[in-house]
Structures are given as C-alpha cells and as structure tokens.
C-alpha cells in the first residue's frame, strides 16, 4: 500500500528524521493560509502516489503571495502525467505546502529488499534529484548499494560504508548516521518493500533534511498497522482494481493486449512470462483463486472486458479443487451473460479435463481449447497480432 509524501514524512518524524515545516489543504484557500503561517518561501507539491511531479508541473516555489496563489491555482484539479501515473494521469486533489530551504547539496537515499540476497539493501548516491533514473542507467558506479542482514540488522561498518560512499564532510556524519538508523528502524517496524527520499538534501546551513518521502507497505502487514490502513486515499486506486476487489479477485492492471485469467498467483506470474515470450503483452493480472465459481469467472470477463485495450483472453486453470467440467460450464454460461465479445483461449489441466475440453468445444462460443501452456501462449499471441 502506498501513501502520500506528507503522510510518509508523519511517520519519518516520530523516526526523527527531519522534514521541513508545511501543512496540507486541498483549497486555494487553505493554501493560501498555510503559506502565510509558514512565510515566504514556500514550495507547493501535487500529493498524488506517484513520481516525477516536479517535471510533471506538480511541484513549484512560490516567492510572493501571488505566485503562492498561482501555484495553487494551476495545480489543484489538475491532472497530473508522469512516467509512473502512465498518460492517463491521477487528478490532484490534495497539496502539501513546506517552507522553502536553502540547498547546498542534493542526495539520494532509499531502502528496498533485495530477494535475490535475503537483506534489506540501502541504495545511495551523490546525485539525487528528478533524474536518479539517468544517473543510474548512465553511471551506475555513482550509485552505491549496501545489503544489511535483515536477522543482525543495520550496523555502524553499514552506515560508515554509505557515507564515506557519500563523501559526507566529517561534521554531518553523526546526523547522518541518526537518520539512516531512524529509516531502517521506520522500514523494518512497518513492513515496508520501499522507503525513499529523493531529494535528500544538505543545506546551506550544514542541516541534512528529507525533501521528499516515499513509503510502499506490505500490504499483507496492513492488519499490525492500523495508523497506515487509516492512511488510505481511495481517491488514488485503479477504478479497475478498486471494483475486482469488491468480488474478491486479485487484479492488476499492466497495459497489454492479452486478458488473463488464472486460478493462483504462482501460476499467473508464468502465464504472463510465457505470453510475453510468444510476443505478445499480458493486458492484466488477474488470480480468481482456487475455489472460482462461473460468478467470479463472470465478474473476471467484466474486469476485462472493461479495458478497450484487450483483443484476447488467454483462461489458464489448474483443476484441483476446482473440477475442469465444472469450470467449463461456469466459462461458458459467464461468456454467454458477458455477450464475450473477443477470442479466448482455454488452456486446463487436471480433474475431467477432458470432459472441461467438450464442454467447450460444442458451446458454439469463441472458445478455443488449448493442449498445453505454449499452445495457449502462441494461439492468444496469433489471434492479437
């Protein structure tokens, strides 16, 4: 589950990591009254779950009470693109107000699991800003990467490795390492897969502050975190996955052309590799789970359905607990409710396969049966090329 900047630098703050004073509104109004408790100047910044604000127009500086006014103006109610929102962009509702600081140096920190290695990796460079994506993919020996032992946790040869990596001068290093030590903690008490600031910056007055705040928490630990669960803003899911939810499907949406439908996770994850390995774009994911019955197979079409985008389905079962002729007739009566109006390709395994496989084939529907996985992959992969 993601958060809002001001909600993630709430928590930075009872981790005494230091952000810098502001206030939130969602009028021009409030806004207005914000900037002039803090005083001049002052930045005003879009809150929406999503990067690359500042280059988006989200993000500006306001030096006078007409440009404060302005700014809140232009941003408020706009909809606001950037590389992670995709072109449809996320309608800024919400503006976070903080009294401007002078820069010295900006900074880039951030803390991710890394399953590859078991640890909770500390990532760093000397170049943060907009473009830490250009300065990773341009020169990446700028960026430094440091696994810590998630069982021993973070230790002080962790932190001495991140700043000397820094290049921090001698009289913000206590600070820094306070501050690092804060973030882990935040991190590991909240089950977060991301805590990032990006700025992070060094004043002119030799203060370090978070700029920024980025937070993503697990949302299988939402239960032990009911301070985050109350953080929610609705306003911010896909209107797609926000409504499979309510009938209990796992959904996500990804921007292909080819809807699937699987029954487990583990399952879905190879489905899409292999439908991208035929040449083709998984359009979404979406896991029924392993009790489906012909109302969620329904409800699964609808979700589909409903983005213009997809030209096939590709229905990858495994029928254990659930029998292959009784999802077959469920996939034929859910077709048949939905008026499908796009090819689907059926590809089950297990319990009256065969039985599944006739079923289908005498529906008189667009319905193709499929021997194996790659059979599946390769005749969705022909029927959206």
Known sequence: MKIHEYQAKELFRKYKVPTPQGGVGSTVAEIEKIAAELGLPVAVKAQIHAGGRGKGGGVKVARTTEEVTSAASAILGMTLVTKQTGPEGRLVKTLLVEKGVAIAKEMYLSLVPDRATATITIIASQDGGMDIEEVAAKTPERIIKVPVNPITGIRGYHINRVMYGLELEKELMKEFA???????SLFVDYDCSLVE?????ITEDKRIIALDAKMDIDSNALYRHADVVAMHDPNEDDPTEAEAAKFNLNYINLGGNVGNMVNGAGLAMATMDIIKQAGAEPANFLDVGGGANAEMVENGFRIILSDSKVKGILINIFGGILRCDVLAQGVVQAAKKVQLSVPVVVR?????????RRILTESGLKLINATDLSDAARKVAEIVA
């Open 197 to 201: 600031i990006n700025p992070l910056i």
């Open 178 to 184: 306070a501050i690092l030590r804060g973030l882990y």
């Open 348 to 356: 089950m395994e297990g319990t009256n396969v065969e039985e599944g």
